[in-house]
């Protein structure tokens, strides 16, 4: 064994059971790779920052637009494939339009004028994906904002859903593997909400590790992520059918979806 290096699934414990899936299914990692991982929660309100800016970061979750924005200094160790048939057995997901079970609304038009929940303004699924949605609806209104008004920084995928649920937003955005797991996992969630719209996929974000990891403990962990199938009971409760090791320059796409909103002179989502 090696000295003890992090690993964290932050961004997608977003239930008690997800949580403890994502720590079993870690700690196994660390068995397959011959490395001690030390598993932590770095739990809301703890910044992702600080989590991404760890020295001994080993494999934790990040978002692919801050990846891209990084310039790709974290080396990518896996992706998680989720099992829903829209992802096809791949490492993609979608940025849901999210609304309560019992709304009015039937088409994404009829969201507009209303109000509209967001996570933080650095997240690809929570702020920059939806945007880049939403642009041709901006340019058919000649960039009039659609909303009556952004209610945020909500921070966390399931603050998006306990916004929307209390009625203080009408809509959300909300990362469609993240949204998949509450709706399994959470008694206090599921049923209570549905998807008006879907975003295009994109990536799955990576786990990655610090810059300047040695290469070989990377490859190590990447194989024992490979090495998963979806027959096990870890990925079964997570509901994937795998993990992929994806190139780094995949991720571009963030940067282009962000840089279409810049060029039609749309910072903000609104």
């Known amino acids: 064994m090696t000295s003890s290096l992090v ?77 829903d048939p829209a992802s096809g057995g791949r490492a993609v997901y979608r940025t849901h339009f999210i609304v309560a079970r019992d709304a009015p609304f039937r088409t994404l038009e009829d969201v507009f004028g209303h109000r509209m929940a967001f996570t933080v303004e650095d997240s690809h699924s929570g702020y920059n994906a939806p945007r880049h949605h939403l642009l041709p609806y901006r340019r058919s209104r000649a960039g009039a904002p659609l909303f009556k008004a952004m209610v945020g920084p909500v921070i966390t995928p399931r603050r998006v859903l306990e916004t929307v649920a209390a009625g203080e937003a009408d809509v959300g955005p909300l990362d469609s593997y993240a949204y998949a797991l509450m709706m399994r996992h959470d008694p206090d969630l599921g049923g209570k909400f549905r998807v008006l719209a879907s975003t295009d996929p994109i990536p799955m974000p990576p786990l990655v590790a610090a810059p300047g990891t040695d290469p070989g403990i990377i490859d190590r962990l990447a194989r024992a992520f490979l090495s998963f199938d979806g027959s096990e009971a870890p990925l079964q409760t997570l509901l994937l059918a795998g993990f992929e090791r994806p190139e780094a320059g995949i991720y571009a796409v963030t940067q282009d979806w962000a840089r279409a909103a810049r060029d039609a002179g749309l910072e903000h989502l609104q």
């Open 7 to 83: 690993a964290c699934a932050r961004m997608y414990a977003v239930t008690p059971v997800a949580r403890d899936a994502w720590r079993a299914l870690l700690a196994e990692v660390g068995n397959r790779a011959g490395l001690d991982l030390d598993v932590i929660d770095h739990a809301f309100p703890a910044p992702l920052n600080d989590l991404w800016g760890r020295p001994d970061l080993a494999a934790a979750f990040m978002c692919g637009w801050p990846l891209a924005q990084r310039s790709f200094s974290h080396p990518i160790v896996a992706a998680p494939a989720p099992s």
